[in-house]
């Protein structure tokens, strides 16, 4: 994937994450600092990226919109992968905070994007040595944008770039400080469909090497079915093209089945897998209206044998 579709995948995160805490009562992920790390270009982009989107795969829908803004709350919440990135967001941050009642003081987010853990929860993070990894291009932007921005980097911030397609990165942790006696936790949101599968796994093999017994992991994949065009829900089906017309393609989908014995030969026991229909009940019954879980997308927790 090039540098500028790796940047925009990671903005549209956050304008997603952005838009349903402005928008949405009750809340099923509360991210306020998302939106303040996009332009007011980048905003009103997204937002007609959201109406052409609509217009062209729903036009009577598009057509039945009271205004602008409804069209794009439609997008938002019934076609675009929000609610996975909200739920998958709430559930790596409270895995995060039972890891660290159980003494865990680093957290490395890979493939970190537009992540504001750092200043949307302070009183965890100042608890903590929290290690950003993201491609290179991605994490220049970043950087970029807080200095524009002027938010402070904290003093136990460490950011690591690395292509974890040509980069190992266990030794670019290892060259930012990384701890490999302390108990760690990972989060890997929204990245794994991005990378080969070899790839993939080689980096959860080198999470394996360079953590104790008993550090965790948590990340989200796209099951196989969602890259069977007969077999995939409409919107997954929807988002996967407009990612491969984009020059985002999504490349690797896993099998739920499969998952613990190929995470076991990577050095790691799955502890948790939650389905589609597992994190629609865990987070989104009596939620706000249009949300629910996105179909093929599941979680993992796993620890460090
Ligand atoms: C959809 S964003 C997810 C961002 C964030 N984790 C979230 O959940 O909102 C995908 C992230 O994967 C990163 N990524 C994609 N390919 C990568 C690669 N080859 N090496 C490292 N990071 C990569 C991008 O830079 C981007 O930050």
Known sequence: MEASHIKRSALMSAFLRGHHAAHDHPVIFRDEWARKLLSKDELVAFEATMEQALEATLPDRAAAMPDRAAAVACMVRDYFPTSLFLSRAKYAEERLEEAMSRGVKQYVVLGAGMDTFLWRRKELADRLDVFEVDHPATQAFKQERLADLGWRIPQNARFVPADLTRQR?????????????????????GV????PRDDAFATLRMIAGICPAGSEIVFDYWDTEAFRPERAAVRVGWMLEMLRHAGEPMLTGLAPSAIAGQLREAGLHLREQMSPEAIQERYFLNRPAGYYAYEHAHFVRASVL
Not at 169 to 189: M, V
């Open 169 to 189: 990165l266990d030794e670019a942790l290892r060259a930012a400080g990384f701890d490999s006696e302390a108990p760690s936790f990972f989060s890997w949101l």
């Open 192 to 195: 794994i469909h991005y990378l």
